[in-house]
């Protein structure tokens, strides 16, 4: 299976920071078939993008995800008090659908 | 608008089996693959398997085979996942999620997560 490593297991940071989170796989993600998730406590996970690069619906543009092969990454571009949680990718190119381990995004 | 509504909570001692369900409310799964996926706590996300309701073929995670059953009956809009052996470990918050659209395993429409603690 794909197993997916992401970077830095947790930042902390201030609301108007820009951040970049890291994602790579343990082999060639085809098609960019990779998503991201924005995951509070208690909550279910939220699709922030899929295909790497596309926003999922009613996700604002400070939000962007690039990359290809092995390497993706998903930038925010100015923190909003809201946008503090864990961030999770998954590869849908060969199953079984795998996630990363998440990266924590903290107010410093 | 479709949510999908989980049963709820679960608590069952080591070897026991438990069945959650996932239904879609005001409407039907249309077509898609209804996923499960689970998170330990304080834990990531692991996909368990997932299901096209519509053929009632099911596909799971290798580490899963043999213990998960994962089942819909499109007349009621109802998928269930059954877990059977149950042990510590699976100490879990379990979702259900729909496919985005067909051939497409990302997750916009996810259950509100079924609790189920396994303990003796």
Same mark, same amino acid.
């Given at each position: ?13 201030? +609301? ?28 279910? +996970? ?13 996700? +604002? %543009? ?18 909003? +008090?809201? %946008?503090?949680?864990?961030? &999770?990718?998954?590869? &849908? ?16 | ?8 909570? @679960? ?27 689970? $998170? ?5 996300? @692991?996909?368990?398997?997932?299901? =096209? ?11 899963? $085979?043999?213990? =998960?059953?994962?089942?819909?009956? @499109? ?13 510590? @470990? ?11 659209? =067909? ?8 259950? $509100?997560?079924?609790?189920?603690? =396994?303990?003796?």
């Amino acid at each position: 299976e794909i197993v997916l490593t992401q970077s830095p297991g947790t930042l902390s940071l201030s +609301p108007g920071e820009r951040v970049t989170l890291s994602c790579r796989a343990s082999q060639s993600v085809t098609s960019g078939y990779l998503a991201w998730y924005q995951q509070k406590p208690g909550q279910a +996970p939220r699709l922030l993008m899929f295909g790497a690069s596309n926003r999922a619906t009613g996700i +604002p %543009d400070r939000f962007s995800g690039s990359g290809s092969g092995t390497d993706f990454t998903l930038a925010i571009s100015r923190l909003e +008090p809201e %946008d503090f949680a864990v961030y &999770y990718c998954q590869q &849908y190119d060969t199953a079984p659908w795998t996630f990363g381990q998440g990266t924590k995004v903290e107010i410093k | 608008q479709v949510q999908l509504v989980q049963s709820g909570a @679960e608590v069952r001692k080591p070897g026991s089996s438990v069945r959650i369900s996932c239904k879609a409310s005001g409407g039907t799964f249309n077509g898609y693959s209804i996923n499960w996926v689970r $998170q330990a706590p304080g834990q990531g996300l @692991e996909w368990m398997g997932d299901i =096209v309701p519509f053929f009632g073929i099911a596909n799971y995670a290798q580490r899963f $085979q043999g213990r =998960v059953t994962i089942t819909a009956d @499109e007349s009621t809009n109802t998928a269930y996942m059954e877990l059977t052996s149950l042990r510590s @470990e699976d100490t879990a918050v379990y979702f259900c999620a729909r496919d985005y659209a =067909v051939k497409a395993p990302y997750f916009q429409l996810w259950g $509100q997560g079924t609790l189920v603690t =396994v303990s003796s």
